[in-house]
Every structure is written in structure tokens, then in C-alpha cells.
């Protein structure tokens, strides 16, 4: 009996899918919450869901090159950072992206 709400300000189908898809990873992170044994391999199974649907990984490298030929001193941080702030994830999401991808910063 779980609903999905969307804002009828929302018309941009990119922002309805970014909503959908945000809304279809807490419910699997919920339901694996919810199980005992299998908790743990369905929990990061859907954070690696989360990591490939939120920050795909031709864009996501597209943009770490991009950011760091235009500021080649870029340190991590502030990669991570611009990063953050680009795909609209929290930090932690960024670091666990880069090493899902064996990215050397």
C-alpha cells in the first residue's frame, strides 16, 4: 500500500523520473530493512542500483573528466564536492560512485 506522490509543479520528465526513482529506492531499501537473513546482500544490492541509476556511469565519468580538465588542480574534495552538487547526491554517494568505478582522482 505504498504511494508515490508526485508534485503537480513537477513537469520536467527528467525531475519525474530523478522522483520516481529516488521514491523506488527507498522502498527497496524499506523492504530490506524489513527482512532478517537477507537484509544486508538485498540492502546493497539496492544501493548498487541507487549509485548506477542516480550517477550512470558514462555520464558520471563524463563529468569527473570534464571537471577535472577544467580545474586541473582539482584536489578530491572539492571534486567530490562538484560532483555532489551536480548529481544532486550526498558526498558519501560520490566517494562510494568512484570506487564502485575504480576511479582514480
Avoid: Y
Amino acid at each position: 500500500n505504498d504511494i508515490i506522490t508526485i508534485d503537480s509543479s513537477i513537469k520536467n520528465s527528467e525531475s519525474i523520473n530523478f522522483v520516481l526513482t529516488s521514491a523506488l529506492i527507498q522502498w527497496i531499501s524499506k523492504k530490506a530493512n524489513a527482512t532478517t537473513s537477507t537484509s544486508t546482500t538485498i540492502s546493497d544490492k539496492a544501493n548498487g542500483i541507487a549509485l548506477c541509476v542516480l550517477m550512470p556511469k558514462t555520464a558520471f565519468i563524463r563529468k569527473t573528466n570534464e571537471l577535472k580538465n577544467e580545474l586541473p588542480s582539482i584536489t578530491e574534495a572539492k571534486l567530490c564536492l562538484e560532483l555532489s552538487k551536480f548529481f544532486k547526491v550526498p558526498i558519501q554517494t560520490i566517494g562510494l560512485r568512484l570506487l564502485s568505478l575504480n576511479f582514480d582522482v
